[in-house]
């Protein structure tokens, strides 16, 4: 008996990085997964990983700032497999840029995809949960959400928005009387294409991964799985008293 066994699982974002490492934990847990991503060929190689594994997976094409994709996607989903019982709103970007460097339009961009996306995630995820009677949500923030960094503006903005979001859902949905859970993660710094792709090209990019990791007291950066263990566990009934809560994974960094 896996721990999230007979499940139906959405996770965006899910064709790399923890999105990716997060499907494959909740398929080998039990869970009929739902890869979506704008990423279609690796989406594809993930599903064909999870069935591999004996497991169930369903690919769908998702841009998490659309509406109509997410609609599209909600009838996919209960087509396929009936319902939805866990979300993971985990697709994400990072822009670099202190407030005097970014422009208006890259504000946007980040705020569509991390917040709106997180918006519209979690908005179709309860209205699928519903008839279920119960569900868990859970939003990816960073611990960009909690603290302050001068070279993340628009970043530190969405994160913290979503750690602000995940809490006013998660009261309105107990408020309520749904049963549906609603918890943000935050990591510290992960070893996913997100990081490798400024700290792994020139000497001055791993000077900077050098420096990212002394800022994590464990003396490392965090592996993808690292993360998909906290997402299960919330994603489980073993957290079941768990809502509105902030999840902190990240070596230490923000002790
Ligand atoms: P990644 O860049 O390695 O992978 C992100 C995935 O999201 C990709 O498959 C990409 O195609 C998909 N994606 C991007 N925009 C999308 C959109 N509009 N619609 C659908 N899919 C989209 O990222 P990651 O490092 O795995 O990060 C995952 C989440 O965790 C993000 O929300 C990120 O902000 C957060 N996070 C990451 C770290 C880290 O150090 N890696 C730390 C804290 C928080």
Same mark, same amino acid.
């Given at each position: 008996?896996?721990?999230?066994?007979?499940?139906?699982?959405?996770?965006?974002?899910?064709?790399?990085?923890?999105?990716?490492?997060?499907?494959?934990?909740?398929?080998?847990?039990?869970?009929?997964?739902?890869?979506?991503?704008?990423?279609?060929?690796?989406?594809?190689?993930?599903?064909?990983?999870?069935?591999?594994?004996?497991?169930?997976?369903?690919?769908?094409?998702?841009?998490?700032?659309?509406?109509?994709?997410?609609?599209?996607?909600?009838?996919?989903?209960?087509?396929?497999?009936?319902?939805?019982?866990?979300?993971?709103?985990?697709?994400?970007?990072?822009y670099n840029g202190s407030v005097e460097e970014t422009?208006?339009?890259?504000?946007?961009?980040?705020?569509?995809?991390?917040?709106? *996306? /997180?918006? %519209?995630? $979690?908005?179709? #995820?309860?209205?699928?949960?519903?008839?279920? @009677?119960?569900?868990?949500?859970? !939003?990816?923030?960073?611990?960009?959400?909690?603290?302050g960094d001068p070279t993340l503006a628009a970043y530190n903005?969405?994160?913290? *928005? /979503?750690? %602000?979001? $995940?809490?006013? #859902?998660?009261?309105?949905?107990?408020?309520? @009387?749904?049963?549906?859970?609603? !918890?943000?993660?935050?990591?510290?710094?992960?070893?996913?294409?997100?990081?490798?792709?400024?700290?792994?090209?020139?000497?001055?990019? /791993?000077?900077?991964?050098?420096?990212?990791?002394?800022?994590?007291?464990?003396?490392?950066?965090?592996?993808?799985?690292?993360?998909?263990?906290?997402?299960?566990?919330?994603?489980?009934?073993?957290?079941?008293?768990?809502?509105?809560?902030?999840?902190?994974?990240?070596?230490?960094?923000?002790?």
């Open positions: 008996m896996g721990r999230v066994s007979g499940k139906v699982a959405l996770v965006t974002g899910a064709a790399l990085g923890i999105g990716k490492a997060t499907a494959l934990l909740l398929a080998r847990e039990g869970a009929k997964v739902v890869i979506a991503d704008l990423k279609e060929e690796e989406g594809h190689a993930a599903v064909a990983e999870v069935e591999a594994a004996g497991g169930e997976a369903l690919f769908v094409s998702l841009n998490v700032t659309q509406e109509e994709d997410w609609k599209k996607a909600i009838e996919a989903i209960t087509a396929k497999f009936g319902g939805l019982d866990i979300a993971v709103n985990n697709a994400g970007i990072l422009s208006l339009a890259d504000w946007r961009r980040v705020q569509s995809v991390n917040l709106d *996306g /997180v918006f %519209l995630g $979690t908005r179709y #995820a309860v209205e699928a949960m519903k008839p279920r @009677g119960a569900g868990s949500i859970i !939003n990816l923030s960073s611990i960009e959400g909690l603290i903005a969405s994160k913290g *928005g /979503v750690r %602000l979001f $995940t809490k006013s #859902a998660a009261l309105h949905c107990a408020r309520a @009387g749904y049963r549906i859970r609603v !918890n943000s993660i935050h990591p510290g710094y992960i070893w996913t294409p997100m990081v490798q792709g400024f700290t792994s090209a020139t000497p001055d990019q /791993v000077a900077a991964r050098q420096k990212l990791i002394d800022l994590h007291p464990l003396g490392h950066l965090g592996e993808p799985d690292d993360i998909a263990y906290g997402i299960l566990f919330l994603a489980s009934d073993e957290s079941k008293f768990m809502t509105g809560s902030e999840l902190v994974i990240d070596g230490g960094y923000t002790a």
